[in-house]
């Protein structure tokens, strides 16, 4: 049973995932049934039609088909007692050997719960609270006179911030295996298709085998976008190990205290990091722990920037200020699983390490073109080199060389010499090169940058950004700006004989550190249907290398090193 929310935002989503649903290769044995509502004030794509209002219980028939069971009027998705009712009808109309549940909508960890339903574009979405619907789900197997210890196979959110040990605690009565991400999921979701398709060939495998399926594939699932490539994560859980895991952390929570904040939110980390202890007793407690967790964690799947975690995080999901006042809500809300495991004081050992102190770089300078460098520090989040042209009295940003997502250690950054610049005669143009966002190709993060500027033609100017393809040296398309809005425009529907692109730069005022951008003092003509780059070698002048260091707490190291080139 998939109980589907996307009377909001998601309504495109959960299109799209039908579709996948549908594409499954079914056979009788393995049924699928979709309990949706959709945004009725909302568009489909591709369409002069909006969604359906109400809601619809859809036995999904694989191969492309479908059959429409029943439709209401409209339900709230975020009462309790609809989805109580939503399980006793699926399961009563459905009465099946073994049982799975997936809830699929928006997630907002312990604090926000699940789901978001705007009541066809009338209301804010108001989600109910993480142990209601657990209740709700219990609520609606009893009513449908689903037995069985637990009653099913696997339950899964297909949401964002819901893998979490509270969360799964809540349902772990009633599944044998608990499936969610404990980050944000940037938009692919389960992979319907593949992951009914496997369950269908094999309708006898334990849960287990399901969930390590489900998992490696919903990771081939996020393999394009570079948000999914760095930063996905997704894990499956043997529910019946969460009790021992509770009784391990409140031991390691008795024993850590003493030994001051831990600068890490995934637990797989702390506990490696507690393992290594000169506390005996610290060292035993975390060893112990991490053995507990290595059975709990039946499958995850994780970005290249979370090497080393574990997919179960401390606190509320993605990186925000941990405070006495969430510590303290954490308790209010958290009563069953904070009572067993002592987590919310877990909590408090890690909100000490966030402290406001950027990381600290060592370094013996610039040696040629060499940097080598050394950060210790454990929250370590990311680490930029930028080339920079320094004047009199300002710094001026050439690119962005290097970006990289390492853990703690010691590196050594090599610059080529070269810099990106407009193709021009009679010698190229510098340009100030900056990150436009990150991609994935070939399941390898990459960054497209853009180049800033003004485009002048007839006495009229507006503000573009050309986006570099990093292959081709080209750039065939642009974002204009009307007021804050981007558009996307081809380079070719921008260019003529008489447009000129003239390079504009960010600048730090050496003086205060302010910045600002200015003009370059070279325009280059845009006549044809792309603007061509090259890689060239800097002037002769002054130049610097900035390294900057951000750590998982959102503070900022930086240093300057100059170079002069004859």
């Not at 649903?21 to 009725?40: H, I, K, Q």
């Not at 609270?129 to 037995?147: C, I, K, N, T």
């Not at 809500?329 to 050992?349: C, F, H, K, P, Q």
Request: aromatic share 8%; charged share 20%; net charge negative.
């Amino acid at each position: 049973m998939v109980y589907a929310n996307a009377d909001n935002n998601l309504g495109p989503n959960l299109i799209g995932d039908l579709v996948e649903m549908m594409n499954a290769s079914l056979t009788p044995e393995v049924r699928v049934v979709l309990y949706a509502d959709f945004p009725a004030d909302r568009l489909v794509p591709g369409s002069d039609d909006t969604f359906p209002s109400g809601a619809q219980m859809i036995e999904i028939l694989g191969g492309g088909d479908l059959r429409m069971v029943s439709a209401t009027a409209e339900e709230d998705f975020d009462d309790p007692a609809v989805l109580t009712g939503a399980v006793r009808k699926v399961f009563t109309a459905f009465p099946a050997e073994r049982r799975g549940v997936i809830l699929w909508d928006h997630g907002g960890a312990w604090r926000y719960g699940f789901g978001g339903d705007t009541q066809d574009g009338t209301r804010d979405g108001q989600p109910m609270p993480f142990e209601a619907a657990a209740q709700a789900v219990r609520s609606g197997l009893a009513a449908a006179r689903v037995s069985g210890n637990p009653p099913l196979e696997f339950l899964a959110f297909d949401t964002c911030l819901l893998g979490s040990p509270e969360i799964a605690a809540a349902f772990s009565d009633l599944t044998k295996v608990y499936i969610a991400g404990a980050e944000i999921d940037y938009g692919a979701g389960w992979d319907y298709d593949k992951a009914l398709t496997w369950l269908a060939a094999h309708p006898g495998a334990p849960a287990a085998d399901f969930a390590r399926q489900e998992v490696a594939i919903w990771d081939a699932h996020h393999g394009e976008l570079a948000t999914d490539v760095l930063f996905k994560s997704h894990m499956a859980l043997d529910t019946s190990v969460l009790p021992e895991l509770a009784a391990a952390i409140r031991t390691l929570v008795g024993a850590v205290q003493s030994t001051g904040p831990v600068p890490l939110k995934d637990i797989g980390q702390i506990l490696v990091s507690l393992a290594a202890s000169s506390d005996a007793r610290v060292a035993s407690a975390a060893s112990g722990a991490k053995a507990v967790l290595g059975k709990l964690v039946l499958a995850q799947a994780g970005g290249t920037a979370r090497n080393g975690q574990s997919g179960l995080n401390v606190g509320a999901g993605p990186p925000v200020e941990l405070t006495a006042a969430m510590s303290a809500e954490y308790r209010r809300r958290v009563t069953t699983w904070n009572g067993s495991s002592r987590w919310a004081d877990l909590i408090d050992t890690v909100r000490g390490a966030s402290d406001g102190i950027a990381p600290s770089i060592s370094t013996a300078g610039l040696s040629g073109m060499k940097l080598p460098f050394r950060i210790s520090d454990a929250d370590l989040f990311s680490v930029d080199f930028n080339l920079w042209s320094l004047g009199s009295d300002r710094a001026f940003l050439l690119q962005l060389v290097d970006r990289s997502y390492p853990g703690p250690g010691s590196y050594e950054f090599t610059w080529s010499g070269n810099v990106v610049a407009l193709d021009a005669s009679p010698a190229p143009v510098l340009v100030s090169l900056v990150p436009w966002r990150d991609v994935a190709r070939r399941g390898i993060a990459t960054t497209i940058y853009k180049v800033i500027g003004i485009l002048e033609s007839g006495g009229d100017s507006i503000y573009a950004e050309l986006l570099i393809d990093e292959v081709t040296m080209k750039a065939e398309v642009a974002l204009v700006y009307n007021g804050d809005l981007p558009s996307v425009i081809p380079v070719a529907a921008l260019a003529g004989p008489d447009v000129v692109f003239w390079p504009l730069f960010v600048y730090l005022d050496l003086a205060d550190g302010s910045a600002d951008v200015t003009s370059g003092g070279t325009g280059v003509s845009v006549p044809g249907s792309t603007v061509d780059f090259t890689l060239a070698r800097v002037g002769a002048g002054t130049y610097a290398f900035s390294l900057q260091a951000n750590d998982t707490w959102g503070n900022q190291a930086m240093q300057f090193f100059d170079f002069s080139v004859p």
